[in-house]
């Protein structure tokens, strides 16, 4: 069963999805959000900012806010204007026909234009038995789990500002937390490096990679190689917390939409994809900025490429005879 | 609500032993953001399968032996008892639907 054509449908909830929902409601698209499920990881309902505490560099907000309660703030501004939302994930898009299909299982939802922000999610180290020992000391959210580490000896890998971030909120409740980067020197902004440096419970093994988990039913240390010498050494650690980067959420748009090679979405004019009445806006665009407020940024741009694209239709409609469902 | 009960360290035992019901533990905490998501999902499908499910809520902060005992690291982790004893373990934040089915034998 499908209900009427819409006007834009709007696929995922971060910064991105939310910002293009105010906008478009309040343009009065009467937008649906498709806003994903709920899950422990980035890939859900507010995206990646439900998973961290403090968000520090986003406008208009002299203490800081929480992750979640700036996510709330926005849901509930474009719900204010009207916005619709399914908690659902998306499962199959149609973007080949007009009106654009998109499926909820097996419920048909359509629409004369669609804004794709499905973000990105947490990249895994790919080790073996990572996915099993999820819950039971390997993590995918520090802010949840940081708790149960009081007094352990903790690892964290990666060396961007994630990793930064995680290590020093880490330290709240760990004895040492190790931090294992591939590399020499870190990609960290200057002021989270010197956080970091500067924090007595951090210490840095560099130019090594994780190369495997030892424990069976929970962790207990983890084996690390370095990528230089190829010694390999154990680090006695109850605790793995991953930020080695990102992949966008773009599975459900393949063959469908233009990406790069990493599977980004590739926008021009704007936030136009591949496909006329399309568009992208946040990180699953963006592999280099991914900030809040340039997915916000986006978000808006979006909506007003979907705003003026329709109504450029709707105008040619007047003399093509297009069907009046256009 | 009747079908949500709050546990704590000192009644875990005496209350998922009290009732011929499954009870589904919530470990959660309030700096927990898929904690908070799934709360309402969790009362909503107790409220769906009176006689057959319960909720218990505990809050790790308060209630750190339970959590311990149950080699609780994660949060949301569900612990579903039945007669007191676990049967399921269910780590991390999920959706209705997965959780229905995940819980399907017990309700």
Same mark, same amino acid.
């Given at each position: 069963?499908?209900?009427?054509?819409?006007?834009?449908?709007?696929?995922?909830?971060?910064?991105?999805?939310?910002?293009?929902?105010?906008?478009?409601?309040?343009?009065?698209?009467?937008?649906?959000?498709?806003?994903?499920?709920?899950?422990?990881?980035?890939?859900?309902?507010?995206?990646?900012?439900?998973?961290?505490?403090?968000?520090?560099?986003?406008?208009?907000?002299?203490?800081?806010?929480?992750?979640?309660?700036?996510?709330?703030?926005?849901?509930?501004?474009?719900?204010?204007?009207?916005?619709?939302?399914?908690?659902?994930?998306?499962?199959?898009?149609?973007?080949?026909?007009?009106?654009?299909?998109?499926?909820?299982?097996?419920?048909?939802?359509?629409?004369?234009?669609?804004?794709?922000?499905?973000?990105?999610?947490?990249?895994?180290?790919?080790?073996?038995?990572?996915?099993?020992?999820?819950?039971?000391?390997?993590?995918?959210?520090?802010?949840?789990?940081?708790?149960?580490?009081?007094?352990?000896?903790?690892?964290?890998?990666?060396?961007?500002?994630?990793?930064?971030?995680?290590?020093?909120?880490?330290?709240?409740?760990?004895?040492?937390?190790?931090?294992?980067?591939?590399?020499?020197?870190?990609?960290?902004?200057?002021?989270?490096?010197?956080?970091?440096?500067?924090?007595?419970?951090?210490?840095?093994?560099?130019?090594?990679?994780?190369?495997?988990?030892?424990?069976?039913?929970?962790?207990?240390?983890?084996?690390?190689?370095?990528?230089?010498?190829?010694?390999?050494?154990?680090?006695?650690?109850?605790?793995?917390?991953?930020?080695?980067?990102?992949?966008?959420?773009?599975?459900?748009?393949?063959?469908?939409?233009?990406?790069?090679?990493?599977?980004?979405?590739?926008?021009?004019?704007?936030?136009?994809?591949?496909?006329?009445?399309?568009?992208?806006?946040?990180?699953?665009?963006?592999?280099?900025?991914?900030?809040?407020?340039?997915?916000?940024?986006?978000?808006?741009?979006?909506?007003?490429?979907?705003?003026?694209?329709?109504?450029?239709?709707?105008?040619?409609?007047?003399?093509?005879?297009?069907?009046?469902?256009? | 609500?009747?079908?949500?009960?709050?546990?704590?360290?000192?009644?875990?035992?005496?209350?998922?032993?009290?009732?011929?019901?499954?009870?589904?533990?919530?470990?959660?905490?309030?700096?927990?953001?898929?904690?908070? $998501? #799934?709360?309402?999902?969790?009362? &909503?499908?107790?409220?769906?399968?009176? @006689?057959?499910?319960?909720? /218990?809520? !505990?809050?790790?902060?308060?209630?750190?032996?339970?959590?311990?005992?149950?080699?609780?690291?994660?949060?949301?982790? $569900? #612990?579903?008892?039945?007669?007191? &004893?676990?049967?399921?373990?269910?780590? @991390?934040?999920?959706?209705? /639907?997965? !959780?229905?089915?995940?819980?399907?034998?017990?309700?």
């Amino acid at each position: 069963m499908a209900d009427a054509v819409r006007d834009v449908i709007i696929i995922g909830s971060g910064p991105a999805g939310l910002t293009a929902a105010i906008y478009t409601a309040r343009a009065n698209l009467k937008p649906l959000v498709i806003e994903g499920e709920i899950s422990s990881s980035g890939d859900q309902p507010g995206g990646q900012l439900m998973l961290t505490t403090d968000v520090e560099n986003y406008p208009g907000f002299v203490d800081g806010v929480l992750g979640p309660d700036l996510m709330a703030t926005f849901r509930a501004q474009a719900a204010r204007f009207g916005a619709e939302y399914r908690t659902e994930k998306a499962t199959r898009v149609d973007l080949s026909s007009r009106p654009f299909r998109v499926w909820v299982g097996d419920d048909e939802h359509r629409a004369r234009s669609v804004i794709v922000s499905t973000g990105a999610r947490s990249l895994m180290l790919g080790v073996e038995h990572e996915i099993e020992l999820i819950g039971s000391g390997v993590s995918t959210c520090a802010t949840c789990d940081g708790f149960f580490f009081r007094g352990r000896d903790i690892a964290v890998v990666g060396g961007g500002d994630s990793a930064m971030e995680e290590a020093i909120f880490l330290t709240k409740f760990a004895d040492k937390v190790t931090v294992v980067h591939r590399r020499k020197h870190l990609r960290a902004s200057k002021i989270m490096q010197d956080r970091a440096f500067t924090n007595p419970k951090i210490e840095f093994v560099w130019d090594s990679v994780v190369s495997e988990l030892v424990g069976d039913t929970k962790l207990e240390g983890v084996r690390v190689r370095n990528v230089q010498s190829g010694e390999e050494s154990t680090l006695a650690v109850t605790g793995l917390f991953v930020a080695i980067g990102h992949a966008p959420n773009t599975d459900l748009f393949r063959d469908q939409l233009d990406m790069d090679d990493a599977g980004y979405l590739l926008t021009h004019a704007g936030t136009r994809t591949s496909v006329e009445g399309v568009f992208g806006a946040g990180d699953v665009q963006d592999h280099v900025y991914r900030q809040a407020v340039t997915a916000a940024g986006s978000g808006c741009m979006a909506a007003i490429d979907a705003e003026r694209w329709l109504e450029s239709q709707a105008h040619a409609g007047d003399t093509a005879g297009t069907p009046s469902e256009w | 609500m009747d079908n949500v009960t709050t546990l704590s360290d000192a009644t875990f035992d005496e209350e998922i032993k009290a009732t011929a019901e499954a009870v589904l533990v919530d470990f959660w905490a309030e700096w927990c953001g898929p904690c908070k $998501l #799934i709360s309402p999902i969790l009362e &909503e499908i107790a409220n769906e399968h009176p @006689g057959k499910l319960r909720v /218990g809520k !505990l809050n790790v902060d308060d209630n750190p032996a339970v959590a311990r005992r149950f080699e609780v690291m994660a949060i949301p982790t $569900l #612990i579903l008892f039945l007669d007191g &004893e676990p049967k399921k373990r269910l780590i @991390g934040a999920k959706g209705k /639907g997965q !959780l229905l089915q995940e819980l399907e034998e017990f309700l």
